[in-house]
Structure formats: structure tokens, C-alpha cells
């Protein structure tokens, strides 16, 4: 099969349709974030880039904190326009009809309609070009209880998440699979014992 060869560019693919919070409850800002993702597992380490012309990047460098709020694909028209506007100019979770919560561990606030929040506090920030990388701990994570089912299992498949891939909009499919189906043995179905007649 022939590939053509591209320069160097950010076509990695998909990535979160995120809307991070910036703030306090009081005077919340919102913008939406596709560069982001998890860097380690302990402690829970995440970052996201930011340009530091966006309003929200100066919050979060003075307060050290955010959340990021997973997106679905019901929210994708609110969330392309947190992306485009900015929080300068206008109330933009008030345009979106977004309404905010309390997080536990920062002073940041969730988006309820959001199914998963992780509040982040910064441990370091790096501007590396275009962007300032924002290294964080995740000090917490809210669920909603709706997508948590009767044995404790966070059902992320039910919420009808969204992804970002080149410049566009995606619904997350199907499940097929998890992690380490691929090599994990299958059980073995005892069969029940014969009944003497």
C-alpha cells in the first residue's frame, strides 16, 4: 500500500472534545480543549496546551487549577462554540446554558451536564511554542451516578461520548473490547453434576 509523506503536523487522532473550567464558582470561565491527555498513571498526571493569548490561560496560570469536563455528542454544537469564543467578550457556559458545580478538591467548578469531571491542580507549566503545556494532578474525579451501575462500574459506553479528529466533530462508537481481552483466557464452564436416578 503507497503512503504519502506529510511534515510534521498535530494529526494525532481522535483526541477528547473536552471543556475545561477555569475560575472560581463565582466568576467561572470555560474553553474547549483537544490537547490533552494522561501522562501518568501514579500519581494520576494529566496536561492540557493552551495558547496563551486565550483568556482562560492566564486564570489558570495565576490559580494552578481546572477541570476537565468530558464532552458527549449532544453537547457538540456548545462545545465547538466554547472553542471559538472567548470568555473576555461574554459568559459563554450562560450562552451554552451550562450550569456549574462545585468540585471537591479545587476551586474550579464542574459543568453538570458533563458525565466526568477530573479536577486538576498545576505542578508545572512549560511554553513549548504555540501553546503552554500545563502539567496537573488529578486530585479528583466526579461521576455521574446515572453511568455507575449497581456493583460500582463507571459505564463510560452509555454516555454517547465525543472525540476531536482533524478539525472535526465525532460520536465515540460501539465498545470492542478491553483492556487485555486479547490475551486473557477464557473461562471454563463447569458442567453441573449428573443427578443419580
Known amino acids: 500500500m503507497a503512503k504519502q509523506f506529510w511534515k510534521g503536523s498535530t494529526l494525532l487522532a481522535p483526541v477528547p472534545a473536552a471543556l475545561?473550567?477555569?475560575?472560581?464558582?463565582?466568576?467561572?470561565?470555560?474553553?474547549?480543549?483537544?490537547?490533552?491527555?494522561?501522562?501518568?498513571?501514579?500519581?494520576?498526571?494529566?496536561?492540557?496546551?493552551v495558547r496563551p493569548e486565550r483568556y482562560s490561560h492566564d486564570i489558570i496560570k495565576e490559580t494552578g487549577e481546572f477541570v476537565i469536563n468530558l464532552t458527549t455528542s449532544a453537547m457538540c454544537r456548545e462545545t465547538d462554540f466554547c472553542g471559538v469564543k472567548s470568555g473576555k467578550d461574554m459568559d459563554k457556559l450562560a450562552a451554552c446554558g451550562f450550569h456549574t458545580v462545585p468540585a471537591q478538591k479545587v476551586g474550579a467548578p464542574l459543568i453538570e451536564e458533563c458525565p466526568l469531571s477530573l479536577e486538576c491542580r498545576v505542578t508545572e507549566s512549560k511554553l513549548l511554542g504555540s501553546h503552554t503545556m500545563f502539567l496537573a494532578e488529578i486530585v479528583g474525579i466526579d461521576a455521574d451516578e446515572?453511568?455507575?451501575?449497581?456493583?460500582?462500574?463507571?459505564?463510560?459506553?452509555?454516555c454517547g461520548l465525543m472525540a476531536f479528529a482533524h478539525g472535526e466533530y465525532f460520536a465515540i462508537g460501539r465498545k470492542l473490547g478491553d483492556f487485555g481481552f486479547s490475551v486473557r483466557?477464557?473461562?471454563?464452564?463447569?458442567?453441573?453434576?449428573?443427578q443419580s436416578r
Not at 467561572?28 to 501514579?42: D, F, K, M
Open 185 to 194: 483466557k477464557k473461562k471454563k464452564h463447569r458442567k453441573p453434576p449428573q
Open 146 to 158: 446515572k453511568y455507575i451501575d449497581s456493583k460500582g462500574k463507571l459505564n463510560l459506553q452509555q
Open 20 to 49: 475545561v473550567t477555569c475560575g472560581t464558582l463565582e466568576k467561572p470561565n470555560v474553553l474547549t480543549i483537544g490537547w490533552t491527555g494522561i501522562v501518568c498513571t501514579r500519581p494520576p498526571m494529566t496536561y492540557i496546551s
